[in-house]
Each structure stands twice: as structure tokens, then as C-alpha cells.
């Protein structure tokens, strides 16, 4: 029986299953349950699971004393250009800062024929006003006030639900924004405004201005999303607070979410990062490189010395998202990804099968060849997934290779499945290498995690090809996002751009730092964070003189150590340092909220059990006859050798040739590579 007053649930909405875990942070114990996606009312589906995991452990919904989600409505929103119809005040004579954008176009589009997107707000839902405050913050053109209400009239005959506000320079000098959003709430009532210093005090116009603008088009959704949600929890009498997973790899409360909803962008990857930094650091791993494979994409992430390293240089769609985010690197390349030839070339994926029809082993009138279709002709799956509820039609598979791969490159089904492997495999290997040869890491140093329904298939695949010799499967790799909601702290970055970028001074960056604090402590207040949980880091934005781009160092004690550490890190990063001067650009206060960690429940010691089948898998040295093992019934300690295939609910692992595995204490499976030539 769960204990009273200690039970944590998290929830994580895919756009097939809802992922449930239910945890009792005084015993350890953890409830895991899986429920089908309700796209047209997500907020069923979190109900549906909550009572799912409350009725295995016997325990009423008023028994929750914390309840986590990551959800994918804002990101959605963005993506799918369905967010409010919005407009954005601004300075004069800025009002077309969006539509001129930067001069670059995105890494694989033709020069020749890429067209600019339209943007989310056109220029004429773009208001100006009379006002103006120079880099340094200094006032040289009062605020007029009647422009404001002039604008605010223009407004409204708009018929918009939201309004952004960002001014020049306002970053270095608030108060401006902060008048306008007053007199925009009273004037524009049932309106949602947002200021820029809310959501990205920082410089740079462009990015600034387009994140004030995806934040005012998703708040109407976010709320209205967040209030169902609150409702919802109410109803089952819940008392709970609700806490959302932010990009940072942190969560906050709903009322920090209504204010900036934008956090919430790529929150989804997000969650299975801190639950494998988790699931490795009681392994006593702190490198590892994270590979999270779904249906449509895989996100790549790399953690050393157990810290996951965020980046503000993030995109949601066409469009720069700057705000502070878990740094990882997405591909089209998931289970759905479909197999075409163009040209008598084979190419796999971005394009995706989705749920529905999904792979043709699915039976729901899929007809196109995907890499769950090539594992299921290759013997990889079993006949049937989620404990036995679904039946693949291995059939169904052969066929679609067959005619639409295989016969037209005078292939065989196998040879055809491998190849389209080997596709995906390989574009997967290139998003690793970005995260880790690209930022100055051996791949070869760290631990392999592949979690997500698809991850465990492909991971010894994946560390051969990167000469990796050790990979990590936690113990519930497919549910491993809602997992990480659980261990998951409370996070919130505050930063300044200061008015002009300048050599490192320690006594001007106290000051800022200081502010900065301030507004981190009211936060963690306002969180209900005790004094001993809480955790402040310094962090600056530093560049040579005359670059475009910043990296992010933590802050040392004297200004000697910040530019030896950030020389350091350009030479990390790029191979070289320059003998000029560091200007400090951006300060940051990151605020942590630490989570009490439950204790680890040590699996009962066993040795390795008898499978229960056998079924021919196609290696590219022949067909063999492979043991298939239940994950629950193997112990700590267990040792096996490949080949071999696992099976569990939420995922199925393919143990290689020539690796070998040890069943840790907390139920993650520590694969190896065998000495000696690979079978």
C-alpha cells in the first residue's frame, strides 16, 4: 500500500499513448500504465490515465499530493500555425522587423527557389508607437500615451485575442513596456498581452520580437488548456499542485506557464532526458549520449559530468525560439519513417506513417515500407506487441518491402530491410556526431541510451557504428518521459542583456547578478520552495570582440577566471582561442527548485531465466534461431549474451551479436561489446 501523503504523478501526452507513471516518493514504488491519446481533448486522455495508475495502487485521486504533465500543445500550436490571432506593438519605425528577418535560409533549402514563410503576424497587425530608449537604457523620447490608445483602438477593430508588446531596446530599460501592457489591458479587455521583458529580455530584435509574438498566439490555447486541466483535477477533488515540463528540463507552476507559455515549446524530449540522466547516475554514469526514437522523429542529447547543457539558439518550426532549452538535435528518423526511391535511390524518412495508417504491420491500411516494417521482416519483433493486445502482420510487411523497395532495386526482402536500416541508422549517427564530435566530445567516451518505443532496437546498431562499446537500456524505456517528469526540479532562468557589451567588469555584473537573484528568490517563493531546496547558479554570454554569437560559461570569482574559461570553451568548441578582448554581452541567474530523490528499489538478485519462445531472426551472416525473454522475469545481476531479443510493454530490445549484458540493480540492462570478431 502507496503511503498517505506521498504519492507524485506524471503525465506525458504522445500523439498515439498517454504515458502514466504514478510514484510513492517514500518507498520508491512506481506504477506505470499506458492509455490511448485523445487528440481532440488531450485533457481526457490526462483524466483517463491519472484514474488508470490511481486504481493499480488502490488509492484515491485526494491521496496525490503532486501532479507533473508535458504536454505538446504550445510546440503543436506553433507548428501547425493554429494559434490566436495575434498582433504586436512596437516602436516606430520597426514595424517591419519580423518581415525582414535575418539574411540566412535554412541549412538544406536551394538558394534559388527557397521562399521566405510567411510570417506569424503580418505587417499589417503590426502597431507602432511614439517612444524611445537607446541601447544603455536611457529615455530620449517619452512615452506618448495617445499613440498607445490610438494603437490600442487600431487594435481593436483587429479582432484579435492577443497582443505582444516589444519595444526597441526595452531589454536594457522595462518601463515603457510595462506602461503600454497597462494601458493595453484596460483598453482591450479579454485580450491577452505580453510584454518581451516577461518572456526574453535580451537583445537581438528580430528573435526577440517573434518569440513575444509565438508567446501572445499560444497563451489563449495554453490557459484555456491549463484551466481544463485544473478543472479536471478539481472534479476528482485533487489538491494538488499542477506542474508543467518545460524546454529547460525543468518544471514550474501553471500560473508560470499562463505568464510565458512559450516555456513550454520542445518540453516533450525535455522529460526523457532528466529521467536517463536519472536512470545512469544510479548506475554511477554521468556521460551518456541519449537517443529517444518514436514514430515520426528521434531527438539526440548529450550529458556530461550529469549535466544536461541547454542552448538559446533553438527553433520550433521556421521560426528561432531563443529561450533557454534542453540542447539536443531532432531528425526525422522513427519507426513510422517511410522508405521511398527517387531517382533508384533509397531514402528513409522525414516523412512519417504517423498512428494512422502507421507501418503496414499495424493492419490499419498502411501500404508504405517504414523502419517498423523492416525490423518486423527481419525477425526483430515479435508476432505480437503490448503484452499481447496487438498482433503485427508480418505479412503485411514483406508485401510493402517487397513492391516499393526491394523488387525495384533487385533486392530481397531482407536485403531490403537491412539497407533501409542501415539509411536510418546512419542519418541518426550524423545527428549524434553533431552533439558530440561538433561541441568537442569522443563519442567513444560516453554510454549509449536509446529509450522510446523504438530506441532499445536500434542501440547496439547505433554504438557499432560510433565505435561506442557500452549502452544503457533503462527499465522502462518507452514510458522513460513520464518517468523523467518524476525527477525533474524546478527550474527558472532570469537574464539581463546588459546596455552595452563591454570587457568583464565583476563590480557592474554583482550589481546585475544581484537584481537577478532577487527575482530568483521570489520565484522559488512564489513555487513554495523551502530555503534549504533551493539552488542558484551564475551563468554569462561572453563573445570576442567583433563576433556575432555567444557562449554560455558558468561564472567564476574574478574576471581572469571567466575569460580563461571561456577562452577554454572556444577552443573546445572551435580548435582555437584568439588573443583579443572578451566582452561580456548576457548575464543569467538559473534557479533550481531541487526534488527530494526517492529511493531506489534494488531488484531481487536471479540469474538469467528461461526464455519463453524462440524465432528466426535475418542476421547479414543468416537466419538464426533466437531466444525471446520476458524483461520483467530477469534479476539483478543476470548475465546473457547476444543474440537475444527482450520483450516488455512498453518497448522491444534486440541484443546483437558479439554484445553481452549485466541486469543492474535498478533494472537497467548494462550491454557490452564482446571482445573478438562480431558473428
Given at each position: 500500500m502507496p503511503s498517505p501523503e506521498s504519492l507524485s504523478i506524471a503525465v506525458d501526452i504522445g500523439g498515439t499513448f498517454t504515458d502514466i507513471s504514478l510514484l510513492d516518493r517514500v518507498t520508491g514504488r512506481v506504477w506505470r500504465a499506458k492509455t490511448p491519446s485523445i487528440p481532440s481533448d488531450p485533457s481526457e486522455a490526462f483524466l483517463n490515465g491519472i484514474r488508470l495508475a490511481l486504481s493499480d495502487a488502490g488509492m484515491p485521486a485526494s491521496a496525490l499530493t503532486q501532479v507533473l504533465h508535458g504536454t505538446t500543445v504550445a510546440t503543436n500550436m506553433i507548428l501547425e500555425d493554429k494559434g490566436a490571432r495575434s498582433a504586436l506593438v512596437t516602436t516606430r519605425g520597426f514595424r517591419h522587423v519580423l518581415a525582414i528577418g535575418r539574411q540566412d535560409i535554412p541549412r538544406h533549402s536551394n538558394f534559388y527557389t527557397w521562399v521566405k514563410p510567411e510570417r506569424p503576424v503580418p505587417a499589417s497587425r503590426i502597431v507602432e508607437i511614439d517612444e524611445r530608449i537607446i541601447a544603455g537604457g536611457e529615455v530620449t523620447l517619452p512615452l506618448d500615451e495617445t499613440s498607445v490608445l490610438a494603437a490600442a483602438a487600431a487594435i481593436r477593430d483587429m479582432q484579435v485575442e492577443a497582443v505582444g508588446v516589444c519595444l526597441l531596446h526595452a531589454f536594457a530599460n522595462p518601463a515603457h513596456e510595462r506602461r503600454v501592457?497597462?494601458?493595453?489591458?484596460?483598453?482591450?479587455?479579454?485580450?491577452?498581452?505580453?510584454?518581451?521583458?516577461?518572456v526574453l529580455p535580451v537583445a537581438r530584435e528580430f528573435e526577440r520580437s517573434m518569440t513575444t509574438v509565438l508567446n501572445a498566439s499560444v497563451m489563449p490555447g495554453v490557459t484555456t488548456y491549463v484551466e481544463r486541466l485544473e478543472q479536471r483535477l478539481a472534479d476528482e477533488k485533487v489538491k494538488a499542485p499542477l506542474l508543467l515540463m518545460q524546454s529547460n528540463g525543468g518544471v514550474a507552476g501553471a500560473a508560470a506557464i499562463r505568464q510565458a507559455p512559450a516555456l513550454t515549446a520542445l518540453s516533450g524530449p525535455a522529460a526523457g532526458v532528466v529521467g536517463a540522466r536519472a536512470v545512469a547516475a544510479a548506475c554511477g554514469i554521468?556521460?551518456?549520449?541519449?537517443?529517444?526514437?518514436?514514430?515520426?522523429?528521434?531527438?539526440?542529447?548529450?550529458?556530461?559530468?550529469g549535466r544536461i547543457g541547454l542552448t538559446q539558439q533553438g527553433k520550433v518550426g521556421e521560426w528561432p525560439l531563443p529561450l533557454p532549452m534542453v540542447d539536443m538535435v531532432t531528425i526525422g528518423a522513427g519507426g513510422g519513417s517511410i522508405a521511398r526511391i527517387e531517382h533508384s535511390t533509397l531514402s528513409v524518412g522525414p516523412q512519417s506513417a504517423g498512428a494512422r495508417p502507421g507501418p503496414a504491420c499495424y493492419g490499419h491500411g498502411g501500404t508504405e515500407p517504414t523502419v517498423t516494417d523492416a525490423h518486423v521482416a527481419l525477425g526483430h519483433l515479435p508476432s505480437r506487441l503490448l503484452g499481447g493486445r496487438m498482433e503485427l502482420d508480418v505479412e503485411a510487411s514483406r508485401t510493402a518491402i517487397e513492391g516499393k523497395v526491394a523488387r525495384p532495386l533487385g533486392l530481397s526482402v531482407e536485403e531490403a530491410a537491412r539497407g533501409m536500416l542501415a539509411i536510418v541508422?546512419?542519418?541518426?549517427?550524423?545527428?549524434?556526431?553533431?552533439?558530440?564530435?561538433?561541441?568537442?566530445?569522443?563519442?567513444?567516451?560516453?554510454?549509449?541510451?536509446?529509450?522510446?518505443?523504438?530506441?532499445?532496437?536500434?542501440?547496439?546498431?547505433?554504438?557499432?557504428?560510433?565505435?561506442?562499446?557500452?549502452?544503457?537500456?533503462?527499465?522502462?524505456?518507452?514510458?522513460?518521459?513520464?518517468?523523467?517528469?518524476?525527477?525533474?526540479d524546478l527550474r527558472a532562468e532570469f537574464s539581463r542583456t546588459l546596455p552595452r557589451a563591454g570587457v568583464v567588469d565583476m563590480d557592474a555584473a554583482a550589481a546585475v547578478f544581484d537584481e537577478l537573484e532577487a527575482q530568483a528568490d521570489g520565484w522559488l517563493a512564489a513555487e513554495g520552495v523551502g530555503d534549504q531546496d533551493r539552488r542558484i547558479s551564475r551563468v554569462a554570454l561572453l563573445r570576442y570582440h567583433g563576433q556575432g554569437g555567444e557562449i554560455s560559461i558558468p561564472w567564476a570569482?574574478?574576471?581572469?577566471?571567466?575569460?580563461?574559461?571561456?577562452?577554454?570553451?572556444?577552443?573546445?568548441?572551435?580548435?582555437?582561442?584568439?588573443e583579443t578582448t572578451i566582452e561580456v554581452v548576457t548575464l543569467r541567474v538559473e534557479a533550481t527548485g531541487v526534488t527530494v530523490q526517492p529511493p531506489q528499489i534494488a531488484l531481487a538478485v536471479s540469474a538469467v531465466p528461461q526464455p519463453y519462445d524462440h524465432a528466426p531472426v535475418a542476421f547479414a551472416t543468416g537466419v538464426q534461431q533466437v531466444p525471446l525473454y520476458e524483461r520483467s522475469a530477469f534479476g539483478a545481476g543476470a548475465r546473457f549474451k547476444g543474440p537475444m531479443i527482450v520483450t516488455q510493454l512498453d518497448t522491444t530490445t534486440l541484443v546483437a551479436p558479439g554484445w553481452n549484458g549485466y541486469v543492474a540493480e535498478n533494472g537497467a540492462m548494462l550491454l557490452t561489446k564482446a571482445e573478438g570478431p562480431v558473428q
Open positions: 501592457a497597462e494601458i493595453l489591458r484596460a483598453e482591450l479587455p479579454g485580450v491577452a498581452v505580453t510584454i518581451s521583458t516577461d554521468a556521460d551518456i549520449i541519449t537517443v529517444d526514437i518514436g514514430g515520426t522523429s528521434a531527438d539526440i542529447c548529450l550529458i556530461k559530468d541508422d546512419n542519418n541518426m549517427v550524423g545527428a549524434v556526431r553533431v552533439v558530440s564530435v561538433e561541441r568537442g566530445h569522443d563519442p567513444r567516451k560516453f554510454t549509449l541510451m536509446p529509450f522510446g518505443g523504438a530506441g532499445p532496437l536500434h542501440g547496439c546498431a547505433l554504438a557499432e557504428l560510433l565505435g561506442m562499446s557500452s549502452v544503457m537500456i533503462s527499465p522502462a524505456p518507452g514510458i522513460l518521459c513520464a518517468d523523467g517528469l518524476l525527477f525533474a570569482g574574478s574576471s581572469e577566471a571567466v575569460e580563461a574559461n571561456f577562452a577554454a570553451r572556444h577552443k573546445e568548441l572551435y580548435g582555437f582561442a584568439m
